[in-house]
């Protein structure tokens, strides 16, 4: 299956919605906030990222343009 990279600053949130995306099969790293996502998507280059728009340090939208490039 894929390799998720979840990138959510709300803890309980982003815990239900890892074990949602585990219970289908797929692994799934956990960030929690948009710096980090960029660190962990360039150390595990995972199949897809899922992202938060609203967070503190960098913002979705900031994430998948950083990501993009």
């Known amino acids: 299956m894929a390799t998720i990279l979840l990138i ?3 803890p309980d949130y ?3 919605l890892a074990q ?14 948009g710096d ?4 962990m998507f360039l150390q595990h280059q995972p199949d ?3 992202t938060d728009l609203i ?3 960098q ?11």
């Open 8 to 10: 959510e600053d709300d």
């Open 14 to 16: 982003r815990a239900i």
């Open 20 to 33: 949602t995306i585990q219970l289908d099969g797929h692994s799934v790293l956990e960030a929690s906030d």
């Open 36 to 39: 980090r996502g960029i660190e």
């Open 48 to 50: 897809l990222v899922i």
């Open 55 to 57: 967070m503190p340090s």
């Open 59 to 69: 913002d979705g939208v900031g994430v998948i343009l950083t990501l993009r490039q």
